[in-house]
């Protein structure tokens, strides 16, 4: 078969998993993100209050930022699998998507609020935190780093950039923790000189907190504004439309993602000659085969145009990379 000549993709093998199945494994995936989170970020908190550390404190703040991230990312593939309706007769996709942005905006906030806390924290005396805080830090780094891998593969398994925000959310909780470690330790050994090491440490991470909340919008920002696919996806869908019965030629694709679904809106050229309800069978043996082979597609729109091979092709309709 000729698309046995396009390389494989992520989007292209997210594409051809059942719908049902990525809801589940992203709820899924959602759902281990707020328990793990809860218990993590509920023993830092007591262990940064009791061992006077402003680090650790700071990193179970991020850590709870983390379980509101999976409740959003769970409500956000909640809603997107509700059906078309009235209101919004393409579906609820973009519900995922804006799970994705509103995690990542978390990120920026929550980035934002430990740097001034912090900030404030380096002109009060306080005393050297207790190295025991370090039990608890080693445990939760190695986690959340696991954490972070696993949700991120499911994400990319499944197409979906909220639950692939929600793992760099996941990331974030490990830099603050290294964060906190470093700042421990060195204010630890250091003596009352660096009593406020760990709270640097926390500006450090807050840093690098919004930063990933800044990065992770750019993927949610394109899909928004309906950019390009991934281009094995888009060959995959023109190949297969190509090799039809009764398509003479692919004058326009363009296919455009609604959260882990995808539109197809596409021009087939066939011979000018045949009937209306000729060309009508063309048309649904097109969309049968698209969706047979990529199950996300949720609708392929085909026009149906004569085919005349004087007529120039129109690239800037063609949804592909150069």
């Not at 190295?131 to 499944?158: D, N, S, Y």
Request: charged share 20%; with cysteine.
């Amino acid at each position: 078969m000729a698309t046995s000549r396009i390389p494989n993709s992520e989007a292209l093998e997210a594409a051809r998993m059942h719908p049902e199945r990525s809801l589940r494994s992203g709820q899924g995936s959602a759902l281990r993100g707020i328990l793990v989170n809860s218990a993590l970020g509920g023993a830092k908190l007591v262990a940064g209050v009791l061992g006077h550390s402003y680090a650790l404190v700071a990193d179970a703040c991020e850590s709870f930022s983390d379980v509101m991230g999976s409740c959003v990312t769970l409500y956000g593939l909640r809603i997107a699998a509700e059906p078309a309706d009235p209101v919004h007769p393409s579906g609820h996709g973009r519900a995922e998507t804006l799970a994705s942005a509103i995690t990542a905006l978390v990120l920026v906030a929550v980035g934002g609020l430990i740097f001034w806390q912090a900030l404030l924290s380096l002109g009060e005396s306080r005393h050297a935190p207790n190295p025991l805080t370090l039990l608890v830090l080693v445990p939760v780094i190695l986690v959340k780093e696991w954490m972070f891998h696993w949700m991120r593969a499911q994400g990319k398994k499944i197409g979906s950039l909220a639950v692939i925000a929600d793992a760099w959310h996941q990331r974030s909780d490990v830099v603050t923790s290294v964060a906190a470690l470093a700042g421990i330790i060195i204010a630890w050994a250091g003596g009352p000189a660096w009593s406020h090491a760990d709270s640097w440490a926390a500006m450090l991470a807050s840093l690098w907190l919004a930063g990933t909340g800044l990065w992770l919008l750019g993927p949610t920002l394109h899909e928004l504004m309906e950019g390009s696919v991934d281009p094995a996806l888009w060959e995959f869908i023109y190949e297969t439309s190509r090799h039809c019965p009764g398509v003479k030629g692919i004058d326009k694709v363009w296919v455009r993602k609604l959260g882990m679904r995808l539109m197809v809106d596409m021009h087939v050229e066939v011979a000018p000659d045949i009937s209306v309800q000729e060309g009508h069978q063309v048309a649904h043996e097109v969309k049968d085969k698209i969706q047979r082979e990529l199950p996300q597609v949720r609708d392929v729109m085909v026009h149906i145009e004569p085919f005349d091979p004087d007529r120039p092709k129109r690239p800037y309709r063609i949804q592909r990379k150069a």
